[in-house]
């Protein structure tokens, strides 16, 4: 079954990726991998990835999850969080990315969480859930540049 | 059909056996330069075969001029983030075979020397093994400037009867207008996706280890 996605040229051209905006000002997006049947006229999830600027945080399902349950408990979360820290700032409580020292408001956090939601409408969790793809660094640099997310 | 002898039976010339190439790109440059253009000498000829050879075994490559850096953060097998940074580049082997192909009706031939278009083929060579990212990265750590790097570059790998034509030759007002071009090549060449990880060792770029087999004696009729 996986051999659909395998880093060969012709057969990576049946995988793609969409790329939702969450935050326009904080440059947060949402990575979809799709795979494409073109048999039954279909189209799966397979994987799913947060790319702040131009860093690919997450490429698992499971560490995508995490990251957006981490902004909906916003100041509730605590040290363990893996993204985020809860800093005081200006009087106000705001999210603190770890690895680029960007803040969120509650807003921002709000608004990713929404957009999230509605990202996933029509279409089913079971293939995403059950047969995730497992990305290495090779496939995925192959699959980023059919898609021309290396274009300036 | 009889096959019939030809009239003028041409002399021999000595090449090297094209299977010590892997690709065609480079059977075809070897084709083109050596025995199309009858650059039979002796110290040209065995070092434009080790750079071919040595090229194709090294893969270096360029930074392609139009692209992003994307760092991605991928688990490993032990389940421990492990970051790398993927961009796109292009080979060292494309661009010299389109540099040569292009560029071989520009050398001057008002010279009257017999080795300038050598000197020329082994400059353009040079340039554009400078500009390769592992090699740029190792002058630029010591500060050594552009045209400093292509002379000490010219010292180490090209045999000592081209090192003075082939720096005079990089100085010269022909050599800027073939920067220029190899410059507006890069924008035009195939590029190909890159990993480079956190503990990416630079290469180096050497003649020395590679050693050649003995030519063989081919009939001209035979080519």
């Known amino acids: 079954m996986d051999d659909i996605i395998y880093a060969n040229y012709s057969k990576l051209l049946r995988a793609n990726i969409n790329l939702v905006c969450l935050s326009k000002d ?34 698992n399902y499971t560490d995508t999850t995490q990251f957006i349950e981490e902004l909906a408990l916003f100041d509730k979360g605590n040290e363990q969080n893996r993204f985020f820290s809860v800093e005081q700032h200006k009087n106000a409580k705001n999210l603190k990315l770890n690895f680029n020292g960007i803040y ?26 059950e047969f995730e793809y497992k990305f290495n660094a090779e496939d995925l640099a192959n699959v980023l540049h059919y898609n021309n997310l290396f274009d300036l | 059909m009889t096959y019939e002898k030809p009239i003028f039976e041409l002399p021999k010339i000595s090449l090297f056996d094209k299977r010590i ?17 009858l650059k039979l000498d002796e110290p040209f000829h065995s070092t434009f075969v080790k750079f071919l050879v040595a090229i194709e075994d090294s893969e270096l490559w360029i930074k392609s001029p139009a692209t992003k850096v994307i760092k991605i953060n991928i688990r490993d097998s032990q389940n421990s983030f492990v970051q790398s ?11 010299i075979k389109e540099a040569i192909f292009e560029l071989y009706e520009t050398i001057d031939k008002s010279s009257n020397r017999m ?5 020329t083929i082994l400059g353009i060579i040079i340039l554009l093994i400078s500009k390769t990212d592992d090699i740029k990265y190792f002058y630029e750590k010591n500060g050594v400037s552009e045209q400093e790097a292509l002379e000490d570059l010219a010292k180490k790998l090209i045999p000592v009867a081209f090192v003075g034509l082939t720096i005079s030759i990089t100085k010269r007002d022909n050599f800027s207008y073939i920067k ?22 630079p290469k180096t770029f050497t003649l020395e280890n590679i050693k050649l087999p003995q030519k063989i004696l081919v009939s001209r009729n035979e080519i």
């Open chain 1, 26 to 59: 904080k440059n947060v997006n949402l990575l979809k991998f799709f795979e494409i049947n073109d048999e039954d006229c279909k189209k799966y999830l397979r994987s799913t990835m947060i790319m702040i600027g131009d860093e690919i945080l997450t490429t």
């Open chain 1, 104 to 129: 969120l408001s509650q807003a921002d956090s709000k608004t990713i969480c929404k957009l999230y939601n509605q990202a996933f409408a029509g279409y089913s969790l079971v293939r995403l859930l």
């Open chain 2, 85 to 95: 940074s993927t961009f796109k580049v292009i080979y060292l082997l494309d661009i």
């Open chain 2, 180 to 201: 220029q071009s190899c410059n507006r090549m890069l924008d035009n060449m195939e590029e190909y996706s890159f990993v480079k990880a956190e503990d990416y060792i």
């Open chain 2, 21 to 37: 190439f892997r690709t065609f790109e480079t059977r075809k440059l070897y084709n083109f330069v050596i025995i199309k253009n």
């Open chain 2, 115 to 119: 080795d300038y278009r050598e000197s």
